[in-house]
T-cell receptor, first 112, second 114 residues
Framework: AQSVAQPEDQVNVAEGNPLTVKCTYS??????LFWYVQYPNRGLQFLLK??????LVKGSYGFEAEFNKSQTSFHLKKPSALVSDSALYFC??????????FGKGTRLSVIA | DTAVSQTPKYLVTQMGNDKSIKCEQN?????MYWYKQDSKKFLKIMFS???????INETVPNRFSPKSPDKAHLNLHINSLELGDSAVYFC?????????????FGPGTRLTVT
């Protein structure tokens, strides 16, 4: 069965510093990997996805993620954090035909 | 234009009541979903429909019954509400069910059972 682990409940970073939100996954086939963001009292918004090809995926709002097959990781990154990036971030995985499985979420706090 | 909309946004009701949540998407997507997000923010799929056909039915009490009158709508009816049903329910849609399609989420319905 597929699964996603987000090892950090909370990540704190100073505004202007680079940020990383970690995600590791387990899936039997080739993974489709996703990152979503949830602002308070809102639905989830899609940020980016990995299907195949280039290991560095660029997404919305300056976010990017690096796929590492050997480490089964898909960490979310941004070179320079903004206070407005503060939100709850979810990593999710599926393979062909299976339901999307979400991690438990990581709360990002960017401090001015 | 709102891509995925849900009504109502808030729902407060007493135990034992029956309630419905409506969802509509104007993206032309074939697949729609219902998710439950608990108080710890854990997100779990409940149901999925593809072109009005039920394709995923996770371990959900049969008090929960989805209905899809057409592929743009997926409603959720809940009978005999219990305290443990209190959560935020999200509707979502995607272009298809098997490919690497991202899902688009509605704003959520916060259900409180007292």
């Amino acid at each position: 069965a597929q699964s996603v682990a987000q090892p950090e409940d909370q990540v704190n970073v100073a505004e202007g510093n680079p940020l990383t939100v970690k995600c590791t996954y387990s899936v039997s086939g080739n993974p489709y990997l996703f990152w979503y963001v949830q602002y308070p009292n809102r639905g989830l918004q899609f940020l980016l996805k990995y299907i195949t090809g280039d290991n560095l995926v660029k997404g919305s709002y300056g976010f990017e993620a690096e796929f590492n097959k050997s480490q089964t990781s898909f960490h979310l990154k941004k070179p320079s954090a903004l206070v407005s990036d503060s939100a709850l971030y979810f990593c999710a995985v599926r393979d062909m035909g299976t339901p999307l499985v979400f991690g438990k979420g990581t709360r990002l706090s960017v401090i001015a | 234009d709102t891509a995925v909309s849900q009504t109502p946004k808030y729902l407060v009701t007493q135990m034992g009541n029956d309630k419905s949540i409506k969802c509509e998407q104007n993206l032309g997507h074939d697949t729609m979903y219902w998710y439950k997000q608990d108080s710890k923010k854990f997100l779990k799929i409940m149901f999925s429909y593809n072109n009005k056909e039920l394709i995923i039915n996770e371990t959900v009490p049969n008090r929960f019954s989805p209905k899809s009158p057409d592929k743009a709508h997926l409603n959720l009816h809940i009978n005999s509400l219990e305290l443990g049903d209190s959560a935020v329910y999200f509707c979502a849609s995607s272009q298809g069910r098997k490919g690497p399609y991202e899902q688009y989420f509605g704003p959520g319905t916060r259900l409180t059972v007292t």
